[in-house]
């Protein structure tokens, strides 16, 4: 909710305390910066989720994050309300302030919440975005999928738990991904392409694709999936194969909430 009063821009940021996978964690002024810009600075601001920094937990030297900062400076915004939330949607902490404060100080109960410290990463990955409605669709499955991997070595594999209700969840992404054979080509061709809403879903799945071995659990048509570049399994048997063909004892990580959890090495 966004109102004007007396030429303040008061922002009350509702459900804005989790992490994200490139903004960094939601919160400041991204409610209203988002919420009430045009595509065109929509577009802009997500394009800059290329950099290194672009990743969940991270604030400082985040060119996505201090993009909506200083556009939240631009328009003035003079008062911020956020809460951060736990994983069952209850408020854990109330904050109001200058948006840049309000920020700083939530994305720390989060890290307290969310953030998960690795010393070694894991071999298989069986994760769950956490049940309805984070995994509403596809494109909102996404989010658990990039952050899951996260605690995954390079070339490990990851099983993904999301029902998908209401299917692929976003037609510009589906017409997008399906001119493609596989995750490299999609990579190449939306650099070339340059960022476009929608689309985006296709490249962020893409980069977790070309670095590990994914399997999904849903109730989507695999015919759907396949055109997603996804494979659609059962999960005992692509469990037993993983574990069966490893040559030694791997090390395996359960997930329950993919869409709120992040791991980081110590």
């Known amino acids: 909710m966004t109102h004007f009063t007396q030429g303040w821009l008061i922002s009350a940021l509702q459900n804005e305390g989790h992490p994200h996978q490139f903004v960094g ?24 989720m290329f950099d290194e920094k672009a990743q969940v937990g991270c604030l400082d030297g985040n060119p996505v994050r201090e993009d909506m900062n200083e556009a939240g ?6 008062m911020a309300v956020n809460v951060v939330l736990d994983a069952e949607n209850n ?11 309000v920020l700083k100080e ?15 990463k894991y071999d298989i990955v069986i994760a769950s975005c956490g049940g309805h409605p984070k995994d509403i669709s596809l494109y909102q499955a996404q989010k ?13 594999k990851i099983l993904l738990f999301a029902s998908c209700s209401q299917g692929v969840g976003d037609d510009t ?16 061709d ?31 048509d695999p015919d759907i999936m396949k055109k997603c570049q996804l494979q659609a399994v059962d999960p005992d048997v692509v469990i037993r194969k993983w574990v069966g063909g490893f040559g030694g004892l791997p090390r395996v990580a359960v997930v329950p909430n993919a869409n709120t959890t992040y791991f980081y090495l110590k």
């Open 25 to 48: 964690f939601t919160g400041g002024a991204k409610g209203a910066v988002i919420g009430c810009a045009a595509v065109e600075s929509i577009e802009h601001n997500h394009s800059l």
């Open 73 to 78: 400076d631009m328009v003035g915004i003079d």
């Open 91 to 101: 408020v854990v902490r109330l904050l109001t302030g200058e948006p840049v404060t």
């Open 106 to 120: 939530g994305a720390k109960t989060c890290a307290a919440l969310y953030g998960v410290p690795l010393k070694h």
């Open 144 to 156: 658990g999928l990039n952050l899951a991997s996260q605690a995954l070595k390079q070339g490990g």
């Open 173 to 188: 992404y589906f017409d997008y991904v399906s001119q493609f054979a596989t995750p490299e080509e999609v990579l190449e």
């Open 190 to 220: 939306f650099k070339k392409l340059g960022f476009k809403m929608g689309a985006h879903k296709a490249f962020l799945f893409a980069r977790t694709l070309t670095n590990f071995e994914v399997a999904m659990v849903s109730n989507l």
